[in-house]
């Protein structure tokens, strides 16, 4: 096989952890069933190991209560399920002008169909913002601030647990969208003052993709996105209001959460701090080692301490479309080119509508890793004739 | 024939949050699917002896778990 460089964390993790495969494995070949729906020991013993990584899921967020970690298929869906379930004609959002897609099509799409109200609070060109914005911004009719944890653009960190102060002395929900920090920066739901929190397993939690979840602070007047079959209440052809069940109709990506909890434990014994430790050296090194080539521009705040193991740039000449492609070809480097379905957030840091080259690392990727692409970006360079 | 307790629950997690920690606590507890007789909301209920009724209540509250209702179940 080619020899592969995976700088595209951002989009999925890559390799995972061999427990997680294993785990995947292990429910599929042993197990297989579909968990709580019947009373046999197969049902049992699916049901157990959704339930331990409930409570795996439940610790590395600071749920107090398992139940109250709900199972999704990724974090689009989890701030789907907030959005929609939440938000009534009327009612004012706050956010800001670094999001991702997923926060800002469903918000549009509310602001069209049932007339809520967006405010949109402009961070600058590095991604930082004030957390005081928020509170000269907030109405009476505010009933939700929605923020990323960090920029899948440019990997900058906001302020949650200022931000959530906030919310909360105004009686304000706040949300956090921990896409791209759960699993390498802590996160504490009591401590952060966050409300609902809403994650994905396939990036930094280390599992496959379809799996994601919603963990909810306090029950809030929130509908669920589907109604089903939950296996409880089958009696009723009413959705029931118990959680987990209440947000969780059909069948679950059981293997999924088998693979997820395999993840969540490799977290916890390699210690959260360990891997952003690890994920900051190599980015602190990326960082300065591209500040150093005559030709890229690097965006973003440039401190690995302050941003996560995103970095994104470009080629003076160069389309990010054309790197992208002669990294992949000709250096094996895999990367994400574009508008990273954030094109708010490049219109914040000025490069829109042609987008970024974006390096994203993981706790697999390694230094020499980084020396050989940099070499490779030299060559490109240097490569490249004016035509 | 002889008499269990037999707990119900709301929903299936409560029902595996139980027996973990009444196994914990050294419960010899069973999950069976809800017999016909008792109607439930989630399809598997816990049995333990019925002596072990209340040393198993009191560790249930202790642990804050939520359960719908306990029965007496004689079992064949």
């Known amino acids: ?387 | 024939m002889k008499s269990f307790c037999l707990i119900t629950f709301y929903a299936t997690h409560y029902a595996i949050k139980a027996e973990m920690i009444l196994k914990k606590n050294g419960i010899d507890v069973e999950l069976v699917p809800v017999p016909r007789k008792f109607s439930s909301n989630c399809g598997i209920a816990l049995t333990l002896p019925l002596e072990k009724e209340n040393i198993a209540m009191d560790i249930i509250k202790n642990n804050k778990v939520q359960i719908e209702k306990t029965y007496q179940w004689d079992r064949d």
Not at chain 1, 14 to 32: C, E, I, L
Request: glycine content about 8%; hydrophobic content about 40%.
């Open chain 1, 1 to 387: 096989m080619k020899k592969i460089i995976y700088f595209d964390n951002a989009a999925t993790s890559w390799h995972k952890p061999d427990s997680v495969y294993n785990a995947m494995n292990y429910f599929m070949r042993k197990v297989g069933a579909n968990p709580g729906r019947s009373g046999h020991s197969k049902s049992i013993e699916a049901a157990r190991i959704v339930y331990e990584t409930r409570q795996a899921v439940a610790k590395l967020f600071g749920v107090k209560d398992s139940s109250h970690v709900v199972f999704t298929s990724n974090a689009t869906h989890a701030l789907n399920i907030v959005f929609k379930g939440l938000l009534q004609p009327g009612d004012n959002v706050i956010t800001t002008s670094i999001e991702h897609n997923s926060v800002m099509r469903p918000l549009h799409y509310l602001e069209k169909t049932i007339g809520i109200r967006i405010t949109v609070i402009p961070c600058r060109a590095d991604g930082t913002l004030l957390p005081e914005l928020f509170e000269e911004k907030i109405e009476r009719d505010t009933k939700l601030i929605v923020i990323n944890h960090a920029s899948n653009v440019i990997g900058t960190l906001l302020p949650i647990r200022e931000i959530g102060k906030i919310s909360r002395e105004h009686g304000v929900l706040f949300l956090v969208d921990a896409a791209q920090t759960a699993g390498v920066i802590p996160l504490d739901m009591a401590k952060d003052n966050i409300d609902l929190l809403a994650f994905t397993g396939h990036k930094g939690l280390m599992g496959p993709q379809g799996i994601g979840g919603l963990c909810i602070r306090n029950p809030v007047d929130m509908a669920p996105l589907m109604q089903g079959g939950t296996g409880s209440n089958s009696e009723y052809e009413i959705q029931p209001e118990v959680l987990p069940d209440k947000y969780e109709s059909g069948t679950l990506n059981t293997v999924g959460i088998a693979g997820l909890g395999a993840g969540v434990k490799f977290i916890q014994e390699k210690c959260i701090l360990n891997i952003r430790k690890y994920e900051k050296a190599l980015t602190e090194q990326l960082i300065k080692e591209l500040s150093t080539i005559a030709g890229i521009k690097l965006y973003g705040l440039c401190n690995a301490e302050k941003q996560i193991s995103i970095v994104s740039f470009n080629i003076d000449g160069l389309k990010p479309s054309d790197i992208g492609y002669k990294l992949d070809k000709e250096f094996g480097i895999m990367a994400r080119v574009g508008l990273h379905c954030a094109p708010i957030a490049h219109k914040t840091i000025g490069t829109f509508p042609e987008g970024t080259v974006r390096f994203s690392l993981s706790y697999f990727n390694k230094h020499k890793e980084i020396d050989y692409t940099v070499q490779a970006l030299k060559k490109i360079i240097k490569s490249y004739k004016p035509r």
